[in-house]
């Protein structure tokens, strides 16, 4: 009989006026390396068989130029997280099942996406987290992690940052791509309703780490600064040299020279 809550407490009796606050986001409109994007994620629905196990359902749209009417059904594995909501999977359901990882397998730098709580049709940006050995999180999110045992066959992650904590499951999958390995994966619910996606980079594909390095650069440097520039001289174990076109302006330290006023 209710009352019925989401992830942040919200009474879901109470969201005509902001609906946009209320209720946990599962899928926004998002691309991967090396993956075509995805769009429009709907009309979905949660099958869960006898023996527990839960998919998600849905139609999806793809980031294609026209965009066209021709969508795909797509079924994502659903498992509960440690406050048992039902958190679903990075990638499409391919018979794997998650188990448990040392710590060497989940540590490392992850292509991360977080769907957040706007229901509009803008793409996502894709950004680039790393969990540390030391159970830190640096990158795009900043906060710690943990990594237990959820007692379902599965291991549980824990990520904060912040006052907003997420909690999911690491999980070994297949990307949707030609590559033959699968790729570490993170997957949480946050206390804030928003859901989290992590799809680790292999060490040794160097095109997709400089591309993700060039793109952790491209949102770190202010395109109007207010102060000079912090330059990073290594990124995701990359070496970045700087230069600059015009000295007069901004040196390759990332000094500025400001105009006179």
Request: with cysteine.
């Amino acid at each position: 009989t209710g009352p019925y809550v989401d992830a942040a407490g919200n009474n879901a009796a109470e969201n005509a006026a902001r609906p946009d606050a209320y209720g946990i986001k599962l899928i926004g409109n998002y691309e991967l390396f090396d993956q075509i994007g995805k769009r429009a994620a709907g009309h979905n629905s949660q099958l869960t068989r006898a023996d527990g196990s839960r998919y998600l359902v849905y139609h999806q749209r793809f980031e294609i130029k026209p965009q066209l009417e021709a969508h795909e059904v797509r079924v994502h594995q659903q498992f509960l997280n440690e406050e048992q909501w039902p958190v679903t999977a990075v990638y499409e359901y391919r018979g794997e099942q998650p188990a448990h990882y040392t710590s060497e397998e989940v540590t490392g730098s992850y292509e991360f996406i977080n769907h957040g709580n706007k229901t509009d049709g803008d793409m996502l940006p894709t950004g680039m987290v790393t969990l540390e050995a030391d159970h830190t999180v640096t990158g795009d999110l900043t906060g710690t992690w943990e990594q237990t045992d959820s007692g379902r066959g599965y291991d549980y992650v824990t990520i904060t940052a912040g006052d907003v904590t997420w909690k999911g499951y690491f999980f070994l999958q297949h990307k949707e791509n030609a590559e033959e390995l699968p790729a570490m994966t993170f997957s949480a619910i946050g206390s804030d309703n928003t859901c989290i996606w992590g799809s680790r980079i292999d060490p040794e594909n160097h095109q997709m780490i400089a591309q993700m390095a060039a793109n952790y650069i491209g949102r770190s440097i202010p395109k109007i600064p207010e102060e000079n520039l912090i330059l990073p001289d290594m990124v995701m174990g990359c070496q970045i040299v700087w230069s600059s076109s015009d000295e007069s302006v901004v040196s390759a330290d990332g000094t500025i020279t400001w105009p006179s006023e």
